[in-house]
């Protein structure tokens, strides 16, 4: 069975403070539809231009990275889909925001323990947030 945890790499001073992160299934399961919701609280406006670079790794082997310009994947409905209760137009003003993202997981993930770093930054490429998600997908010894 799969375990995960997430810290908030990020500083108080960042735009986009995170509150809390579900997933779903959880334990996320290989070949499922994943949902994560992540629940932050934004304290200066977003505009266009805001992205995300994302990488996974698989201890220190890099396994996918990509850069996502958020609000790209708002609009856009791709396998990788990001969607967030504020609507998918920028700019995304101060207060609570909920963001959803879905993707399948596929079967083949090795057993074996994965690091998700995300970094997102506004338009101007200052600091937005930054998170750290582990996933384990080790199954017990029986």
């Given at each position: 069975m799969?375990?995960w945890?997430?810290?908030d ?12 992160i579900?997933?779903t ?9 994943l949902?994560a ?8 406006e977003?505009?266009?231009?805001a992205y995300a ?6 201890g ?23 969607t967030?209760?504020?609507?998918d ?15 399948r997981?596929?079967k083949?993930?090795?057993q074996?323990?994965f ?17 750290r998600?582990?996933?384990?997908f ?5």
């Amino acid at each position: 069975m799969a375990e995960w945890t997430y810290d908030d790499m990020g500083t108080t001073g960042d735009p986009l403070q995170i509150e809390s992160i579900t997933l779903t299934p959880d334990p996320p399961e290989p070949g499922k539809d994943l949902k994560a919701v992540l629940k932050a609280n934004v304290t200066e406006e977003i505009a266009d231009g805001a992205y995300a670079d994302v990488v996974v790794k698989l201890g220190l082997i890099k396994m996918f990275s990509k850069r996502f310009d958020l609000f790209s994947e708002l609009k856009a409905r791709s396998e990788w889909s990001l969607t967030a209760d504020s609507g998918d137009g920028a700019p995304v003003g101060p207060g609570p925001v909920t963001l959803t993202f879905e993707a399948r997981l596929p079967k083949e993930i090795p057993q074996a323990k994965f690091t998700v770093d995300v970094g997102a930054y506004t338009a101007g490429d200052d600091d937005l947030a930054a998170l750290r998600l582990k996933i384990s997908f080790i199954k017990p010894l029986r």
